[in-house]
T-cell receptor, first 113, second 118 residues
Framework: AQTVTQSQPEMSVQEAETVTLSCTYDTSESNYYLFWYKQPPSRQMILVIR??????QNATENRFSVNFQKAAKSFSLKISDSQLGDTAMYFC??????????FGPGTSLSVIP | NAGVTQTPKFQVLKTGQSMTLQCAQDMNHNSMYWYRQDPGMGLRLIYY???????DKGEVPNGYNVSRLNKREFSLRLESAAPSQTSVYFCASSEALLAGGLPSNEQFFGPGTRLTVL
């Protein structure tokens, strides 16, 4: 079975500092997508960043970047210059087939002023 | 452009009662999904509909039924609610973005429904 693991249930970071959230997954497929979603206290799920497995270059979106290690099946999210608005649950997600996305259990991130 | 809308936002039911959660999207997406979110477990797929007229079971379908009424609407029904169904329910929609041979299934979520079953 394909699974997504996020080993850090809770994390905190000082405002303006950098934090890295971990994610590992298990699959025998070679072609897939990985996602990080953010869920702030408003409960609205928002896509943060997406990585295609066939691309070696790590995806970046402004202050958000990933470290994708395909052989290790690792997909960590780095948030630079953390802002108070980054306080949220972060979910790692994984897709191999068109119709299904598998989510990890989430990491609760608190940005401390 | 409202995106994905869900009604109601909150609901309290007694054990054995029935109800339908409504979901609609205005992005002309083919695929729609129902998830439940429980503490420490992330989002788990209940049912999905890859296209109008089709529905399939996800990871946790027991106790639920769905209807894909048309391309825009996808409802979730609890026929006889149980306390184990207390959760936050999210509807989502997506459209495949073809790249590298595998569609990218970026999902757009509704605001969620908090359901409590007493």
């Amino acid at each position: 079975a394909q699974t997504v693991t996020q080993s850090q249930p809770e994390m905190s970071v000082q405002e303006a500092e950098t934090v890295t959230l971990s994610c590992t997954y298990d699959t025998s497929e070679s072609n897939y997508y990985l996602f990080w979603y953010k869920q702030p206290p408003s409960r609205q799920m928002i896509l943060v960043i997406r990585q295609e497995a066939y691309k070696q270059q790590n995806a970046t979106e402004n202050r958000f970047s990933v470290n994708f290690q395909k052989a290790a099946k690792s997909f960590s999210l780095k948030i630079s210059d953390s802002q108070l608005g980054d306080t949220a649950m972060y979910f790692c997600a994984f897709q191999t087939s068109y119709d299904k996305v598998i989510f990890g259990p989430g990491t609760s991130l608190s940005v401390i002023p | 452009n409202a995106g994905v809308t869900q009604t109601p936002k909150f609901q309290v039911l007694k054990t054995g009662q029935s109800m339908t959660l409504q979901c609609a999207q205005d992005m002309n997406h083919n695929s729609m999904y129902w998830y439940r979110q429980d503490p420490g477990m992330g989002l788990r797929l209940i049912y999905y509909s890859a296209s109008e007229g089709t529905t399939d079971k996800g990871e946790v379908p027991n106790g639920y039924n769905v209807s894909r009424l048309n391309k825009r609407e996808f409802s979730l029904r609890l026929e006889s609610a149980a306390p184990s169904q207390t959760s936050v329910y999210f509807c989502a929609s997506s459209e495949a973005l073809l790249a590298g041979g595998l569609p990218s299934n970026e999902q757009f979520f509704g605001p969620g429904t908090r359901l409590t079953v007493l």
